[in-house]
């Protein structure tokens, strides 16, 4: 890809990005600390870390889809493609609450943690504390939760 075309996709994707943080609906102020800090500052932090460790260091995307959508799984190869496709049983929609088993963050932490039994999902021992509770509050923002510290 040339420049140009680098260009025009972070555009997209920044313009999709900002789409979500200000989509009818969406109350920022819903997760803000208290009435005297600054609305959702930490929060977002905490999101933006939390997405940046589910597309890099902890390689969530691969399974799960780009930002949760399961129908865009990054470019990997063939056979590893093949190897996640036949992940049985498939790994869950993570924008959609109801498809989720793991319905609290206690349990949400135990399964990156040591892994998911019955699944494909493996064990993550190399997120710090701080990276796992970044990811949790990553995924609450992709379900939509109002209530991301609620265990």
């Given at each position: 890809?040339?420049?140009?075309?680098?260009?025009?996709?972070?555009?997209?994707?920044?313009?999709?990005?900002?789409?979500?943080?200000?989509?009818?609906?969406?109350?920022?102020?819903?997760?803000?600390?208290?009435?005297?800090?600054?609305?959702?500052?930490?929060?977002?932090?905490?999101?933006?870390?939390?997405?940046?460790?589910?597309?890099?260091?902890?390689?969530?995307?691969?399974?799960?889809?780009?930002?949760?959508?399961?129908?865009?799984?990054?470019?990997?190869?063939?056979?590893?493609?093949?190897?996640?496709?036949?992940?049985?049983?498939?790994?869950?929609?993570l924008?959609?609450?109801?498809?989720?088993?793991?319905?609290?963050?206690?349990?949400?932490?135990?399964?990156?943690?040591?892994?998911?039994?019955?699944?494909?999902?493996?064990?993550?021992?190399?997120?710090?504390?701080?990276?796992?509770?970044?990811?949790?509050?990553?995924?609450?923002?992709?379900r939509?939760?109002?209530?991301?510290?609620?265990?």
């Amino acid at each position: 890809m040339n420049k140009t075309s680098w260009l025009h996709v972070f555009g997209v994707l920044l313009a999709a990005w900002l789409g979500m943080l200000c989509a009818p609906g969406f109350d920022r102020n819903a997760w803000a600390e208290s009435p005297v800090s600054q609305p959702g500052v930490k929060l977002k932090r905490s999101v933006e870390r939390g997405r940046d460790i589910f597309h890099g260091k902890g390689a969530c995307h691969y399974c799960h889809g780009m930002d949760g959508y399961l129908d865009r799984l990054p470019q990997t190869k063939e056979h590893i493609a093949a190897l996640i496709a036949r992940l049985n049983p498939p790994p869950p929609d993570l924008r959609n609450p109801g498809a989720l088993r793991l319905k609290t963050n206690k349990e949400r932490a135990r399964a990156i943690r040591e892994g998911h039994p019955g699944t494909g999902m493996f064990p993550d021992t190399t997120l710090t504390d701080q990276d796992l509770a970044d990811t949790l509050f990553y995924l609450a923002f992709i379900r939509k939760d109002p209530n991301p510290e609620q265990d």
